[in-house]
């Protein structure tokens, strides 16, 4: 059950200096809370609590503290035994008194520190759970995400030092590995393994934490997007106006291409003229960049051919299943969310949920007929469906989308090189379709 009281989440409450807050429960069902207002405002309690404390100075700054003491205590230890190993040609004594002192760096400042941290990552992976749960508890129109993750794009500060000191330590052990004539700069090898490792975990952790935010921020936009389209479809309907196609644009991959790296082959041909002497390095990194080219544009390709390869297959599995003469539509649903929790059902929220997936659509005496490679099969009435709306990719090689949207306030989107034909056949269904 959730951790309520009159129908609101209670804020956590400190126990003591050295303890943290309690963190929110799991929420229960939808259907658990006496109303959708009371939904919303525990959830987006639950959310800012969550994520204030995942953006919490004092956590960063203890975790500053720990990984700072570990990170030296890793470059120190090293460096003593190794100084005192060539201090004198009779040093065992020497080399000794090294090595207790650092076991006892270690047992009093590094082990304690590791613990801090090891206890900060548990709570850390725990409240992330946390805020996927209670985000997925309403992604409608009307449910508003925090943008505490940053906004226009800008990276967190932690994430972007981390980034700045990782880069550091990566110069820093190459540059120590190119000269392994000083034995005592080989020293400062596990200090910056550690440092690495402490700026990488910053890095990994934010990047997780804005490609999920930003996931559910495009869900909610989604969601807007439809509500939008289906006042359209009502004006539209109730004024009787006719349903119009807009012009939609692609860029083709040749002017894509251009524009990347148009500029970058100018600045060269031009350097390479001013200063021929001193083109050489221009010249290898233009090699760098083709190479990189040539061998990410076959994986491009691939995948195009992959999926159409798995639409083809969809066809010729399903076809059975539409009686003879019927037109079918390879697609591609699913398109709603990145998790697998949706199960196979006969509804079309589980079609529009879940991990992208391959299945047939076909329009057939005056019924919406779906069948996926999963087992799944869905029939819907003509008249069940208010409208559909055709999104163009905008781009030559991703195929276009058609968003079936149903009376019931549910709807579909569906990904298909047939998407023309798809909305073709609904209007001569009758069913009204835009184009945005």
Not at 35 to 62: F, M, P
Not at 165 to 194: F, H, K, R
Not at 314 to 337: I, K, Q
Not at 388 to 414: K, Q, T
Request: with cysteine; aromatic share 6%; glycine share 8%.
């Amino acid at each position: 059950m959730t951790n309520t009281t009159n129908g609101h989440p209670p804020a956590p409450a400190r126990t003591s200096l050295f303890r943290a807050a309690p963190l929110p429960e799991p929420p229960d069902v939808p259907s658990s809370w006496p109303d959708r207002a009371s939904r919303l405002k525990d959830q987006a309690s639950a959310l800012n609590t969550l994520i204030r404390e995942d953006l919490s100075h004092g956590r960063a700054l203890v975790f500053l503290l720990c990984a700072a003491l570990v990170t030296l205590v890793a470059g120190l230890v090293p460096a003593m035994v190794i100084d005192a190993a060539d201090s004198e040609p009779d040093n065992s004594t020497d080399v000794a008194v090294a090595v207790v002192l650092g076991v006892v760096m270690l047992a009093v400042l590094a082990v304690p520190a590791l613990f801090v941290l090891r206890a900060f990552r548990k709570r850390s992976t725990k409240r992330f759970e946390l805020l996927k749960k209670w985000a997925a508890v309403d992604r409608g129109h009307d449910s508003d995400f925090p943008t505490r993750y940053g906004t226009r794009g800008y990276p967190h500060g932690r994430f972007f030092y981390g980034a700045v000191v990782l880069a550091l330590v990566l110069i820093l052990g190459a540059a120590l590995l190119s000269d392994l004539s000083d034995p005592t700069a080989l020293g400062l090898l596990p200090s910056l393994v550690v440092a690495g490792l402490f700026s990488w975990g910053p890095v990994r952790k934010y990047a997780q934490r804005y490609s999920w935010s930003e996931h559910e921020r495009v869900i909610r936009a989604r969601a807007r997007r439809r509500e939008l389209h289906r006042t359209h479809l009502a004006q539209s309907t109730a004024s009787g106006s006719p349903t119009t196609y807009l012009a939609g644009t692609r860029i083709h991959p040749i002017l894509l291409y251009a524009a990347l790296f148009g500029p970058a082959v100018i600045v060269t041909l031009v350097f390479v003229v001013a200063r021929p002497k001193n083109a050489l390095g221009l010249v290898l990194a233009g090699l760098v960049a083709l190479a990189i080219l040539v061998i990410g544009l076959p994986k491009v390709l691939l995948m195009r051919r992959r999926e159409r390869a798995e639409l083809d297959s969809a066809t010729s599995s399903l076809a059975s299943a539409f009686t003879n003469g019927t037109m079918t539509h390879p697609v591609r649903y699913g398109l709603g969310e990145s998790d697998s929790r949706t199960a196979v059902t006969s509804t079309a929220s589980s079609w529009d949920h879940g991990p992208s997936r391959t299945g047939v659509l076909a329009v057939d005496s005056g019924v919406l007929r779906l069948r996926g490679m999963d087992g799944a099969t869905l029939d819907l009435p003509i008249t069940d469906v208010q409208g559909a709306v055709y999104f163009s990719s905008g781009v030559a090689w991703v195929p276009a989308s058609v968003d079936v949207l149903l009376r019931s306030g549910e709807a579909i989107e569906f990904r298909s090189p047939a998407a023309r034909a798809i909305t073709d056949a609904l209007v001569g269904n009758g069913v009204p379709v835009t184009t945005a």
